[in-house]
DNA sequence: TAGCAAAATTATCTTATGATAAATAATAGC
DNA sequence: GCTATTATTTATCATAAGATAATTTTGCTA
């Protein structure tokens, strides 16, 4: 996926405004496994996703949460990390091999600070987060496993293609046991 | 709470833009059980709370599902009027007499557009509910329906004293009668 | 491509929460 | 303040999901 597709997605800026912040952004690539983010760290850099799949996930001693899944044109942050430069919960770790653009949010700041367009660009990522979150939140208390289940399945195919079901156990908040269940019952 | 106090809170802003955000800011109150925010409904202003307590809900054929509290110093929002100008899930209802800052949304998009300071404001404001919503979503996958509860009550402990329990339930995607139960086995 | 390790499934048993109903307590309106 | 309504608690029974363990399948990698 084209860098300014990602962007354009998000707000749509003056070209004059996208090339600054395409000034600061450079690709990279890291192999499936790599763990891209940290969750006892203070990060410095965002990522938009050109091509493969990770997951966040918030370790824990046991069992780790998988909490999230990014495709290709989506935003890769520790939300600590990016808002209050403090450590996060998560762990982001690449599923597949990944082509990724990178941003220092050093960088994104002083660009926040600067342009007015980027400015808006950046709230509305923000905000577009917030709606995705939130339409999250409704669905996990408003259905059963199965229908969390069946809801992932349909709005994100992709998903029992490339990622194992232990991770989407574990994002619909239940077990591998559990989801191997439900999936014999359809 | 004071506006300034609520304003100065999400992000500090210079004195010329704050007056200009609170030129377009007015006081309003409603009586217990108003319904502020309606989910069939795009909504033209959010709201800051400067007294009183308020619960967002999603309203469901049988069941409301409550999925947020808010308190004073709290910024009141339908996500996706605010975002998208689109009709959102929630219901917003007053669980006490309330007096509330009222801010038209079509106003704040104008100075979102004009300063870049207020610009950078908004994407705070985002953020910053972003940080909120995240948080939630990682103890529920993490917690049981007690440590749920125990966390709640540690973190906001008025709010037992403020809101039926049966939304408390509902908030924390359990029944009055579970709910009763756990209480019971402390 | 053989062999090993990890993932997924299946089975059994346990447990937390749901559903329902009835009793008690709290609240609001007259 | 009294009464009706609503909220909360308690009890009983049903059920979805957890824990554990064994088995099968998949997928690496040497």
Redesign the interface.
């Known amino acids: 996926m084209k860098i300014d597709e990602i962007l354009d997605q998000i707000y749509n800026i003056p070209e004059s405004s996208k090339v600054a912040l395409k000034e600061n952004i450079s690709e990279v690539a890291y192999p499936k496994n790599h763990i891209l983010l940290k969750a006892d760290k203070i990060e410095a850099n965002i990522y938009f996703i050109k091509k493969g799949i990770v997951r966040a996930f918030?370790p824990?001693k046991e069992k780790d949460?998988t909490?999230w899944f990014g495709e290709e044109g989506e935003t890769i942050l520790s939300?600590?990390s990016?808002?209050?430069r403090k450590k996060g919960?998560e762990n982001v770790e690449l599923l597949e091999d990944c082509e990724l653009y990178e941003l220092k949010v050093a960088h994104l700041n002083n660009l926040?600070?600067q342009?007015?367009h980027i400015?808006?660009w950046?709230?509305?990522l923000?905000?577009?987060?917030?709606?995705k979150?939130?339409?999250?939140?409704?669905s996990?208390?408003?259905l059963s496993a199965k229908e969390r289940y069946d809801a992932l399945m349909s709005n994100s195919p992709s998903l029992i293609q490339r990622v194992p079901l232990k991770y989407i156990a574990?994002y619909l908040?239940i077990t591998p046991v559990s989801l191997s269940r439900i999936r014999k019952e359809k």
Chains 1, 2 share one sequence.
């Open positions: 918030a824990q949460i909490f939300m600590k990016y808002v209050e919960y926040y600070n342009d007015i400015a808006n950046g709230r509305k923000a905000e577009k987060e917030l709606l979150i939130e339409s999250r939140v409704i996990t208390e408003l574990s908040g």
